[in-house]
Every structure is written in structure tokens, then in C-alpha cells.
T-cell receptor, first 118, second 110 residues
Framework: GAGVSQTPSNKVTEKGKYVELRCDPI?????LYWYRQSLGQGPEFLIY????????DSGLPNDRFFAVRPEGSVSTLKIQRTERGDSAVYLC????????????????FGEGSRLTVL | DAKTTQPNSMESNEEEPVHLPCNHS???????IHWYRQLPSQGPEYVIH???SNVNNRMASLAIAEDRKSSTLILHRATLRDAAVYYC???????????FGSGTRLLVRP
């Protein structure tokens, strides 16, 4: 379909391993967001891209987390030395134009990647 | 961004209207009010947004109090598919991100 696509849908890994999560935004959407959602909680902001650059990475919990968007389309969230506390659903969202001022374009979310760290 | 307060959960009967409240007493004049909902095992989806005036779309209506310190999302006829967590979010017009709270879990009884 034409929605936001996230892969893998499920990932089980062992503590200490490296993980990559991929997001394919809707074609033509310049703004891309990553969120993390723990069980019973609302989504927590991680990072925002406008084009290729990370305009705001203030939500990344520590330096084990990193995200890239080299060509301004697909984005990859990378987690090094995974810990059990990293287990969550990682959500990606995109929008055609950045939310700013009166431009309140809706965010389109993918179904998420469920990460389980054993 | 200013904070919102929502009930943890609400229940409704199918085909009846549902009024989901949201308090935002510290709202500023430049804060937009957004509503998103999240169905089970899915990402959040946009419902509606507004600034000062009431808004209607095909999904719902948004009623904003005159002092803007509260708002209500109205589903005119609840269906079983409307069972979801509903998030009320304030976004300052200088901000480009949405900060989610815990939302209201809506249960719809057949």
C-alpha cells in the first residue's frame, strides 16, 4: 500500500546485540519521526528528520541509539548493545510538510516494529 | 508544550454518542489541539485538530471551550471499531513535534 512501512514487524534479539529498524515513509514526505512506545504508555518522541538531517534528536535516550536518513527518504534506527529496557514498539511517522505554525498536517504512522530484548 | 489531562478509561454503548474530555488549563494562545487515536496493534492515526473554533470532519467533532482550557472529542455514533486509545495533544505553533500523554482507553459495548 501507500502507507508508512516498517520492517521488521517483530525482532527478538539477545542483550548486547546490535539492531537496525527500517522505516519507508510515504513517497514525497519530507518530515520523518521516530517514536518509542512501551506497554501501556503513549508514544515517546525520539528523533525528527527534515529531509536528510536530524533536526531534533533530543528524545534519543543515550548514545547507543542513532538514526540516519541518508537520501531523505528511508530511515534506519540503530541500537547498539541492546538492553532489556529497550524492549518496546518503535513507531515511525511521516508527513508531507513539517508541522509548523498553522500547517498542522497530520502525521501518518506505520504499524511499528516490536523489539524484544531477551 | 503545555500538558493535557484525560481520564484513563471510558465506556460507551455501540451506536451511542461518546464525549471524550480533555483538560488543558495551561494552554497558551498559540497552542493547537490535536486528537489522535490508536487502535490495537496499530500506530496512532489522526482524528482532528483545532485552534479556537469547533471543528467537524467525517470522523468526529471537536468542541473547544470558550476559554480554551478544555476540549471534547465527540464521536457521534460509536461503533466497535472506535474502541481505541484516544490522545489529546497540545502543540505550540513553533513546535514541529507531537508529545503524547497516556490517553483515554475507550471501550465500546455491543
Amino acid at each position: 500500500g501507500a502507507g508508512v512501512s516498517q520492517t521488521p514487524s517483530n525482532k527478538v534479539t539477545e542483550k548486547g546485540k546490535y539492531v537496525e529498524l527500517r522505516c519507508d515513509p510515504i513517497s514525497g514526505h519530507t518530515a520523518l519521526y521516530w517514536y518509542r512506545q512501551s506497554l501501556g504508555q503513549g508514544p515517546e518522541f525520539l528523533i525528527y528528520f527534515q529531509g536528510t538531517g536530524a533536526a531534533d534528536d533530543s528524545g534519543l535516550p543515550n548514545d547507543r541509539f542513532f538514526a540516519v536518513r541518508p537520501e531523505g527518504s528511508v530511515s534506519t534506527l540503530k541500537i547498539q548493545r541492546t538492553e532489556r529496557g529497550d524492549s518496546a514498539v518503535y513507531l515511525c511517522a511521516s508527513t508531507k510538510n513539517p508541522l509548523s505554525g498553522s500547517n498542522t498536517g497530520e502525521l501518518f504512522f506505520g504499524e511499528g516494529s516490536r523489539l524484544t530484548v531477551l | 508544550d503545555a500538558k493535557t489531562t484525560q481520564p484513563n478509561s471510558m465506556e460507551s454503548n455501540e451506536e451511542e454518542p461518546v464525549h471524550l474530555p480533555c483538560n488543558h488549563s495551561t494552554i497558551s494562545g498559540t497552542d493547537y489541539i490535536h486528537w489522535y487515536r490508536q487502535l490495537p496493534s496499530q500506530g496512532p492515526e489522526y482524528v482532528i485538530h483545532g485552534l479556537t473554533s469547533n471543528v467537524n470532519n467525517r470522523m468526529a467533532s471537536l468542541a473547544i471551550a470558550e476559554d480554551r482550557k478544555s476540549s471534547t472529542l465527540i464521536l457521534h455514533r460509536a461503533t466497535l471499531r472506535d474502541a481505541a486509545v484516544y490522545y489529546c495533544i497540545l502543540r505550540d505553533d513553533s513546535s514541529y513535534k507531537l508529545i503524547f500523554g497516556s490517553g483515554t482507553r475507550l471501550l465500546v459495548r455491543p
